[in-house]
């Protein structure tokens, strides 16, 4: 019988044979691994010195840090400034957010409906400032280079 298709409980031999990690494993772990030394690790970071007096010159000298709890988010809390802030934010999200994407959606299916005369004109007037940036950027990127780099 094949190794592959042997079940674990087929003999001493199947079950001495070490167990493989799937590849897929090891073409995330790159990811994985830059996600967490530059979002989490940050992220508690940044938790961790929430709790504390702040101060820029406490990075040099650990001695300087002072442990204050939830003190900042008390703080926090009774500051006029997040409330409206806070609201400003809810408000983009809630409001702003929904509002875009059903603003695309409706122009996407009407410049994909037949009813719509003019289809080409309308697709190119919609792509027209993709293109244009890009053959922006890439022209004064040449001339850039041209004049010996003098921009």
């Given at each position: 019988?094949?190794?592959?298709?042997e079940?674990?409980?087929?003999?001493?031999?199947?079950?001495?044979?070490?167990?493989?990690?799937?590849?897929?494993?090891?073409?995330?772990?790159?990811?994985?691994?830059?996600?967490?030394?530059?979002?989490?690790?940050?992220?508690?970071?940044?938790?961790?010195?929430?709790?504390?007096?702040?101060?820029?010159?406490?990075?040099?000298?650990?001695?300087?840090?002072?442990?204050?709890?939830?003190?900042?988010?008390?703080?926090?809390?009774?500051?006029?400034?997040?409330?409206?802030a806070?609201?400003?934010?809810?408000?983009?999200?809630?409001?702003?957010?929904?509002?875009?994407?059903?603003v695309?959606?409706?122009?996407?299916?009407?410049l994909?409906?037949?009813?719509?005369?003019?289809?080409?004109?309308?697709?190119t007037?919609?792509?027209?400032?993709?293109?244009?940036?890009?053959?922006?950027?890439?022209?004064?990127?040449?001339?850039?280079?041209?004049?010996?780099?003098?921009?």
């Open positions: 019988m094949n190794t592959f298709t079940s674990p409980s087929a003999g001493p031999a199947a079950s001495a044979r070490p167990h493989r990690l799937n590849p897929a494993y090891w073409f995330i772990a790159p990811a994985l691994a830059l996600i967490a030394v530059f979002f989490f690790l940050p992220v508690a970071g940044a938790l961790l010195l929430s709790f504390t007096d702040f101060d820029i010159y406490a990075l040099g000298n650990l001695d300087n840090l002072r442990f204050v709890g939830l003190a900042n988010y008390g703080r926090l809390l009774q500051d006029s400034l997040f409330w409206l806070l609201k400003n934010t809810l408000y983009f999200v809630l409001v702003g957010g929904p509002l875009s994407v059903g695309s959606l409706l122009a996407a299916l009407l994909n409906s037949r009813l719509v005369r003019w289809q080409g004109w309308f697709r007037a919609l792509f027209l400032p993709v293109v244009t940036t890009l053959v922006a950027g890439r022209w004064s990127g040449a001339i850039c280079i041209s004049r010996a780099m003098a921009c």
